[in-house]
């Protein structure tokens, strides 16, 4: 197929569009390089270096594309907070000039990156795609928001189209992993410990209602979640929009993700517990029943395996 993937110089849109290669397919990464990184398009991509709004229906136009894999977003919970606006018009804005340069060009395919965020404070666990949306920030609103996009364009032009939501990605597929200019995930900031970046680990909270008092989250290898949108893609059915929770269905807390840290880089990581972060739900680990079920996919790398290949990553760089 002939594939656009939109955000293809980022952490996942890489690793997908590296998968995507492997199967055969043609990919054109369009990317503002706003937070991507150039060097992170594998070889075989084409690189289109712009913002939706101003691209895409020219990218589009004409070229005979098959589908479209959207990964091009903003997705700092904190920013978003800070900033809505720009998360308002960078997610929601810019996939509204996407969808519609795909209605003009006959493209009725696509598979979009959602988040967990879209559940918020979810009140069982773990948690279904049937359950309540109730975003606690601005990211998970603008990720829900296009999420109901989708189901309009599914249902009014025909689109077909999968939202996949993901819970705690992690790993690195080879030379591409996690390089984010302000690092707020936990297993990375933990390793840049490991390797000598001074000071502790923050565990933030000791006092969740959790059976150590850190937060519990599901976290997914980006190799697994990467198998899951050739599978995704393959699965878009014109007219009809499917969400799919994407976890490994197990919870890990903070202090067991350190701990597995301190196994794998056989470095003694000093953590000190913090301050709660605002924001942070105490549980958050889905269901990925459905996928399971819709899809045959199933998680095949453990945490362990996530930080060992962020952690091969890390020290290449
Ligand atoms: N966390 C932490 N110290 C850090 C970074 C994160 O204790 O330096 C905690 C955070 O409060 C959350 C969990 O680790 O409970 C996962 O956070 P992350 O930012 O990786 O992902 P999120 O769940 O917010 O998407």
Redesign the pocket.
């Known amino acids: 197929m002939k594939l656009l993937v939109t955000g293809g110089a980022g952490y996942v849109g890489s690793v997908v569009s590296a998968l995507l290669l492997e199967a055969g397919h043609e990919v054109v990464v369009l990317d503002d390089l706003s937070t991507g990184h150039e060097d992170a398009v594998p070889e075989g991509a084409r690189l289109v270096r712009g913002t939706l709004r101003d691209t895409a229906s020219e990218v589009l136009g004409g070229a005979g594309f098959d589908a479209v894999l959207h990964f091009a977003a903003r997705s700092l919970?904190g920013e978003s907070v800070e900033k809505p606006g720009l998360y308002w018009d960078k997610n929601l804005g810019e996939s509204l000039a996407l969808l519609e340069a795909m209605r003009v060009a006959g493209v009725h395919r696509i598979v979009f990156s959602s988040t967990a965020?879209t559940y918020g404070e979810p009140e069982s666990t773990p948690i279904l795609e049937t359950d309540p949306t109730r975003p606690t920030n601005p990211y998970g609103a603008s990720k829900l928001a296009i999420d109901t996009a989708l189901a309009e364009y599914a249902r009014l032009h025909g689109i077909g189209g999968v939202s996949l939501r993901y819970f705690?990605v992690a790993g690195a597929y080879g030379r591409l992993g996690e390089r984010h200019a302000v690092e707020?995930?936990?297993?990375p900031?933990?390793l840049k410990i490991a390797q000598g970046d001074g000071g502790a680990?923050?565990?933030?909270?000791d006092d969740y209602p959790t059976p150590d008092g850190?937060?519990v989250?599901d976290y997914i290898h980006v190799t697994d979640l990467g198998r899951a949108h050739l599978l995704a893609l393959e699965a878009c059915e014109p007219g009809r929009h499917e969400i799919f929770n994407l976890g490994s269905g197990t919870g890990s807390s903070?202090r067991e993700?350190v701990e597995v840290c301190r196994e794998v880089t056989g470095r003694d990581i000093p953590a000190e517990t913090?301050p709660r972060?605002a924001g942070?739900p105490a549980v958050?680990v889905a269901s990925s029943d459905r996928i399971q079920a819709r899809l045959g996919w199933k998680p095949e790398r453990d945490l362990r395996t996530m930080v060992d290949d962020a952690w091969t990553f890390l020290r290449s760089r």
């Open positions: 919970v965020a705690n707020t995930h936990l297993i900031n933990v680990v923050k565990m933030f909270g850190t937060c989250r903070v993700v913090a972060r942070d958050l």
